[in-house]
């Protein structure tokens, strides 16, 4: 069986240009990387006018160790609305370094349905990472300088709250100490590292509308205090300017393809577990503007990625989708049912429906937003159709259609099925999208509503000073911003081990974050960590160069 890099390696890819002028780009308006990658330029995006198409909404049960396919699912059925004729984009994130390194792999898809060039996808691909990690520490440098320099705002150095960044999972930055070895090398105080997608800067780009909207929020940005409490931004110490500089090309849209040679927006990379988890607007728009479907996905499980999705990108975005397709499989149900990794291979119908309570939670969750939904049952070779009939009957129980896809192993041509379960709800018109609470809504009861009625905790434990800031930002104009649930995305709970659809647990919000320029408040809750750490055996100790200078390893 080929792995997913031999695949994608053996695609027979269009020239870029080919892919845009299947948008309607012309090659003025794009900014070739090679041969097989470009950029979508700041004037083509802003002479975009005319129709939107539809958005669909990818999203999955709670991720296991089984596999659930999202990204997979989202290109496959973006190729199958293609095959059968629509005009279809799919936009989705650029993968950070640091799970690719570590233990979760890449993030373009697989098998048959993968978007390419993989290598480049899951490595430095345009830069974008880089540009960001870049503004961001620029950022934490000028910080220092100033108060080195004389402090002029008046900076208390224990109320600095930005940290550094970088696109690495590494445990030992997470808390550090700067400014050792004497006056020279400025001030000594403790700080840390957070990787690279849960920046503040991250968030920006990927919600910003265009360069002007980007150096606004990127000003905005606060952080510090002064001694007598008073906010410092990024305008205030004069970084907005520079910062912007160096997200220019970055905030410009990554044009690829899939392996059946259909155009994809690849763009931002926020985590869902510990950020906002979608790819940008000005992808999401500009795909809107370009076609009859796109197809986007948002991270992890609809508890975390679909809730952020749709409270935040969508509100603060103007965005409605259509319909939303939730993935699922066999094997993951059964672990959801208590069935250990190791004997998923063998038929267990009784844990299969005692793990369709994890999709029956779901679906009730993306029915509270007044959307309609699809399970897309993802197929994988021992899947038994005891087993399916057992998930299709739950589902039919439910109300919701149950489509089987094997566009892993078929391409576009196995999820044909699917994407016309898709266009019919797009198109039946039932779609009527509200956020789950309104922007009046004090910060703590917003917490408290997603906390309660999207993982059904009994009660939301706050750390102290936690209910505190959250009035005084309040106070100073912030409340009316959606709230971020920074959480494990293994449960509804923080207990990444309590699998299912578990209740009457406490979600402890043990920290909170202003994010101000994004324009959204991070609740911290449980043990979820913004820097990640690698595993005892990383991917990083099987990925290197082959006999002929390929890359192999990557998955």
């Known amino acids: ?145 100033h108060i080195h320099w004389g402090n002029a705002l008046d900076i208390d150095t224990r109320r600095i709250t930005w940290r550094r ?91 690829v393809q899939t392996l059946e040679n259909n155009p994809a927006l690849v763009h931002g990379g926020p985590f869902a577990n510990i950020a906002h988890g979608c790819n940008s607007v000005i992808a999401t728009r500009a795909a809107l503007r370009l076609s009859d479907y796109v197809v986007t996905e948002a991270g992890f499980g609809a508890d975390l990625g679909a809730e952020k999705f749709l409270n935040i990108k969508c509100r603060l975005a103007g965005l409605s989708p259509a319909a939303v397709v939730l993935v699922a499989t066999v094997r993951a149900l059964k672990m959801n049912g208590g069935v250990a990794k190791a004997n998923l291979g063998s038929e267990d119908v009784a844990a299969v429906t005692a793990g369709c309570a994890n999709l029956g939670r779901h679906i009730e969750n993306i029915r509270s937003f007044g959307l309609p939904v699809v399970v897309a049952l993802n197929h994988f070779e021992g899947d038994t159709e005891a087993e399916i009939d057992a998930l299709r009957a ?55 509503t997603i906390c309660t009625r999207i993982h059904r905790a009994a009660h939301v434990e706050a750390a102290p000073g936690v209910r505190a800031q959250l009035e005084a930002w309040q106070a100073a104009g912030h409340g009316h911003m959606p709230v971020c649930i920074a959480k494990t995305q293994y449960s509804f709970s923080t207990d990444p081990d309590l699998r299912g659809a578990p209740t009457g647990h406490t979600i402890p919000v043990r920290e909170v974050r202003l994010n101000a320029g994004a324009g959204f408040v991070v609740a911290i809750c449980g043990q979820i960590m913004t820097m990640p750490g690698l595993p005892r055996h990383p991917a990083a100790e099987v990925i290197r160069l082959d006999d002929q200078g390929q890359v192999e390893g990557l998955f």
Not at 13 to 36: E, F, S, V
Request: overall charge negative; glycine content about 10%; proline content about 5%.
């Open 1 to 145: 069986m080929q792995t997913d890099l031999q695949i994608a390696r053996a695609a027979s890819k269009r020239p870029i240009a080919d892919i845009a002028a299947r948008l309607g780009l012309t090659p003025d308006q794009i900014l070739p990387y090679g041969h097989d990658k470009a950029k979508i330029t700041h004037d083509a995006l802003a002479g975009l006018t005319g129709p939107q198409g539809r958005l669909i909404l990818v999203t999955a049960i709670n991720p296991t160790p089984a596999g659930e396919g999202k990204t997979t699912t989202t290109v496959g059925l973006g190729d199958a609305l293609n095959l059968l004729g629509h005009r279809a984009t799919i936009c989705i994130r650029e993968a950070s370094l640091g799970p690719n390194f570590g233990m979760k792999g890449g993030a373009a898809g697989g098998g048959r349905a993968q978007i390419v060039p993989m290598e480049e996808m899951n490595l430095h691909f345009t830069g974008d990472f880089h540009a960001i990690t870049s503004a961001h520490n620029l950022l934490a440098a000028m910080i220092d300088n």
């Open 165 to 255: 960044v970088m696109d690495m999972n590494d445990r030992a930055l997470r808390d550090t100490v700067v400014g050792l070895g004497g006056p020279a090398n400025g001030f000594s105080r403790q700080t840390g590292f957070d990787i690279t997608v849960a920046s503040e800067v991250m968030a920006i780009l990927c919600l910003a509308r265009d360069l002007a909207d980007l150096q606004d929020r990127l000003g905005r940005i606060v952080v510090a205090e002064t001694r007598d409490r008073r906010p410092v931004t990024a305008r205030d110490l004069q970084a907005d300017g520079a910062m912007t500089v160096l997200l220019k090309d970055a905030l410009q849209p990554n044009l």
């Open 394 to 448: 739950y589902c039919a129980q439910q109300g919701v259609q149950a489509i089987l896809a094997r566009h892993w192993a078929e391409g576009g041509a196995g999820a044909t099925d699917l994407a016309r379960a898709v266009v019919d709800l797009a198109e039946g018109g039932k779609a009527q999208f509200a956020p789950l609470y309104p922007d009046a809504m004090p910060l703590w009861d917003k917490i408290e």
